[in-house]
């Protein structure tokens, strides 16, 4: 059959293979193709050329997974507390532990009811503050990693005693030595600091984490 009047039957081949109606009905196109060798060679060449187009070899791309796998890792540390257990010298976490000990120490005459004259119930409660001191301080020379929660609470501890205990010093309401104990929880803060940013000569580096394999 001449191609001359293939024109309206092309389109309508085209518009199949684009997945759109071309205007001719499928049995007239069926009939034509069966008759019209131009056109079937003319289908075949314009479904390789669409199947060409579309289903190609990927471009090559670098490797990109030892960097993602580096910024993983780089973003797992940064997520963690900021000094985890292993990354906070072994003194500082002894030194708070001792320092938690001394507070239950001087928390302990209080619990019995001696507290420098106060009566029996302000005594149980400075006691049992003191010995909630005490505990707060274990925690975080035992988790470091939970001592940041901590600061807040001491600072504000440590900055309002400060003040209050120097205008008794001042007015004479009380002797110097009898504060020295309160000196402990301020050693403590210290402490507490220095467990959430540890100095950089200081600082023991923490176990890097687990390598992650990359499947093929």
């Known amino acids: 059959m001449s191609s001359d009047g293939c024109g ?16 001719v009905a499928e049995e007239a196109l069926a009939v034509h193709l069966a008759a019209c060798a131009a056109c079937r060679t003319w289908e075949s060449a314009a479904l390789a050329a669409t199947r060409r ?21 780089a973003e ?28 239950v120490l001087v928390a302990a005459p209080a619990l019995v009811g001696n507290d420098l004259g106060a009566s029996l119930h ?11 001191l005490a505990a707060a301080l274990a925690l975080a020379a035992w988790r470091p990693g939970r001592a ?20 008794d010093v001042l007015s004479g309401r009380v002797a110097p030595s009898a504060e020295l104990p309160h ?4 050693f403590g803060l210290v402490l507490a600091w220095l467990e959430t940013h540890p100095p950089a000569g200081l600082a023991v580096p923490a176990p890097a984490p687990p390598r992650h394999r990359v499947a093929a």
């Open 148 to 167: 940041a929660a901590l600061l807040p609470f001491l600072g504000v501890f440590v900055a309002s005693m400060s003040v209050l205990t120097l205008g």
């Open 53 to 73: 187009a579309r289903v190609r070899a990927a471009e090559p791309v670098p490797d990109l997974s030892g960097a993602i796998l580096a910024a993983m890792r």
């Open 8 to 23: 309206l039957y092309r389109d309508a081949i085209s518009a199949r293979i684009d997945g759109e109606s071309g205007g």
């Open 76 to 103: 797992a540390t940064r997520a963690r507390p900021t000094a985890a257990a292993a990354g906070v010298p072994s003194v500082i976490r002894l030194a708070l532990a001792l320092v938690a000990a001394a507070q």
């Open 122 to 132: 302000v005594a149980h409660e400075q006691g049992s503050w003191g010995l909630a």
């Open 183 to 186: 000196l402990m929880v301020a």
